[in-house]
């Protein structure tokens, strides 16, 4: 049984840090990219970062560049994503995903893949940020 199972969310105030983590099970989890998306109130859900089993990783939210860190350890079936300055704006659910690597993907530098490409996905965790 695949399970995708967020943690590490709560509430800070505007310029803290949170820490993410999601713990994967259930399947072969060097074979797939992980992946972070987010969905504000009212908001469609749209990617943050995604990095492939190499560690190679892409930031899809440009407002995330330099603030944020996607990792993941293999060995314990862990992704985490460290988030720094955090903004008002970052509030949102946010989920971890896994994607099977499609044919002829990348393993050292993943593109953003849809959502619809996206195998599993966890129940998410709730950021918010206060001003």
């Known amino acids: 049984q695949v399970q995708l199972v967020e943690s590490g969310g709560g509430s800070v105030q505007a310029g803290g840090s949170l820490r993410l983590s999601c713990a994967a099970s259930?399947?072969?989890?060097?074979?797939?990219?992980m992946g972070w998306f987010r969905q504000a109130p009212g908001k469609e859900r749209e990617g943050v970062a995604v990095i492939a089993p190499s560690g190679g990783s892409t930031y899809c939210a440009d407002n995330v560049k330099g603030r944020f860190t996607i990792s993941r350890d293999n060995g314990k079936k862990m992704l985490y994503l460290q988030m720094n300055s955090l903004k008002p704006e970052d509030t949102a659910m946010y989920y971890c995903a896994a994607a099977r690597i499609p044919p002829g993907g990348s393993w050292l530098s993943p593109r953003c893949l849809e959502q619809r490409e996206y195998d599993y996905w966890g129940q998410g965790t709730q950021v918010t940020v206060s001003s």
């Open positions: 259930g399947y072969t989890y060097n074979a797939y990219y």
